[in-house]
């Protein structure tokens, strides 16, 4: 416990405390300590037990997921994190890519605010935990804490699921840190814009201009968004946003969904499927960007550039280019600083 002492007028064998600071922990979804089977098995069997993600009931679920899904899953989940695995430093790119953006982010807030905010990262399933994370900041002397779901949209799976798992971390905690929780911002201006440069990028690089950018969204069960969920609106309104700042009109963008799972209709039109009719229809050279991911990931590096690509060169498609997420791109770093400092406004 650094720069802990005892309260002034206190007695001398009081506990020291340590000097106030405020914390700011970034969320992301999290990832396998490993490709191997139990380190697959452990992390999908704690991703697939969150009921914010997978709402059947227990007694039917469980003995499905426990004694069928995760004797099989592990082994094809692995693989395709094995396909993007960061052998160098032995961590999922999403690891790497979280780190990165954390250590930005901290040295902004260092040239704004010094050494009085403490700047750190957290996974939802996984390590490094929510809770672990947040007994490190309180232990060294966060009595606020700015919890950041890096989602810019709003989903109970994503950002609801993040938000249970840190209140359930200050259910543990004897003297409680006050908290605040960054809201979704898929329509901010500065976000937007990032987004807008990253494919402006993207276009430029591409061997043939696109003639279509396909945006793809993670996907949900359609039953979610009738009970209340807006993800699916918010998604909606990041294509316009982004369509509107580009200047274009309908016919050079799309939004569509990936990641279905199970047997559920799930929002559409789904991405694997749609850029073949793409191709089918002679759209040859299509961009593929994913905005609800603030960090690349298996959904993107795997799914998307390999399995979606497929889809599409399978169906007669020729140029296929991916977008990258905006990771830690200047202008992604600057927004979501930027969404920090507001949000810390009468704090320092």
Known sequence: MTNAKCPAHAPADHPKIPEEKIGVLLANLGTPDGTDYWSMRRYLSEFLSDKRVIDYPSWKWQPLLQ???????????????KSIWNEELDESPLMTLTRGQTEKIAETMRDSFGDKVMVDFCMRYGNPSTESKVRQMVEAGCQKILFFPLYPHYAGATSGTANDQFFR??????????????????DRADYIDALAQSVERG??????KPDILVVSYHGMPQRYLKQGDPYHCQCQKTTRLLKERLGWDDTQI????????GPEEWLRP??????AELAKQGKKNIAVIAPAFSADCIETLEE?????RES??????????????????????RALSNIITENLQGWV
């Open 67 to 81: 004694l069928i899904i995760l004797t099989k899953r592990p082994f094809s989940s692995g693989a395709a994190y």
């Open 169 to 186: 971390a200050l259910m543990k905690e004897t003297w409680q840190p006050i908290a605040r929780v960054v809201p979704p911002y898929f």
């Open 203 to 208: 276009y430029a690089a591409a061997p043939v």
């Open 254 to 261: 799309i939004t569509t969904f990936q990641s279905v799972f």
């Open 270 to 275: 789904y991405t694997v499927e749609h850029v």
């Open 304 to 308: 998307i550039n390999e399995e979606i």
């Open 312 to 333: 599409f060169e399978h169906a007669g498609g020729e140029n296929f280019t991916y977008i990258p997420c905006l990771n830690d791109d200047a202008a992604h770093i």
